[in-house]
């Protein structure tokens, strides 16, 4: 079976497959997600938070829409499903796509640049989406998502957490990720894994996107630590994507057994949304490659 190939041309019926949707969706995350104050007009944000949430709330159920009919045919015994699910790694949406080793043999260093500008802006930031993800999960799943998180975290020491590694990264490649210049592909891919973290009714999405992540994400990192290798980024610079490479592996696989095969075993019902989460995640990314090398093999 061949990997899916996902056109990033914008559904012209959709409303939420525009620049000015993401972006104003993005806004919206990075507001209400950082740390503030009490505000006099507390009662006029929730307001807007209501229709955020609406609008939001039909933005996954029109990407769950997608996924609907292959999610529904997938198998709820627990160690079948992790078999299918392993396969996506192979088959499943995005998967081979010629981007990555274009990035690791051929891409400019600009090119590498914008590449990784983009991303920089649509990452949402796994060490905070699998902390929403885990509340009040059953003791098997939240006990691999906090050994996840440790790992993300560095274990208690800052030199090791993730998510300074790609902000140095970012200061090393000198770009500066902004939400106003990313495709709204990359945004949605960053929104939609948002979403599925902290509204609760997708909880098990999201255990299925995370899982996904880990599942299929060594294979690009490696491919983008080679072009940052070719174009004369050191060991250290490139260190975000060479541990990922690596690391994620044993995630994956760490993930699969301790996080997915007790969650569905407990309730099998859980497999179809944990599958929905894994096809949207990666429909999600079959955009955004899409679209770079629509732009990238332009430039």
Known sequence: ??????????ATDSQFRTDSFQRGLARWNRERLRPGFPVEDWQQNLDRDARMLRLEGGFLEELRAEVKAEAADIPT??????????RLK??????????????AEVATAEQLRWFFE????????FDDLVAYTQVKMPVGPKLELARNYWDEMGRGNAKGM???MLDALVETMEV????DTTVWESLALANAMTAMATARRYAWHSVGALGVIELTAPGRSACVAQGLRRIGLSDRERRYF??????????????????????????????????EGALIRLRCGARCFDRYRSLLWQS
């Open 77 to 86: 015994d627990p160690a079948d499903f992790v078999i299918w699910f392993e």
């Open 162 to 164: 993730h998510g300074p």
């Open 1 to 10: 079976m061949p990997p899916h190939r996902i056109s990033a041309t914008p």
């Open 242 to 275: 060479d541990l990922h490479a690596v690391l994620d592996v044993k995630h994956s696989a760490d993930w699969n057994r301790e996080a997915l095969l007790p969650a569905i075993a407990e309730d099998p019902a859980r497999a179809t949304a944990i599958a």
């Open 90 to 103: 192979e088959v499943g949406p995005g998967q081979g796509d010629p981007l990555f080793p274009w990035l």
């Open 176 to 179: 500066t990720p902004s939400i």
């Open 118 to 125: 983009q991303e920089a802006a649509g990452e949402a930031g």
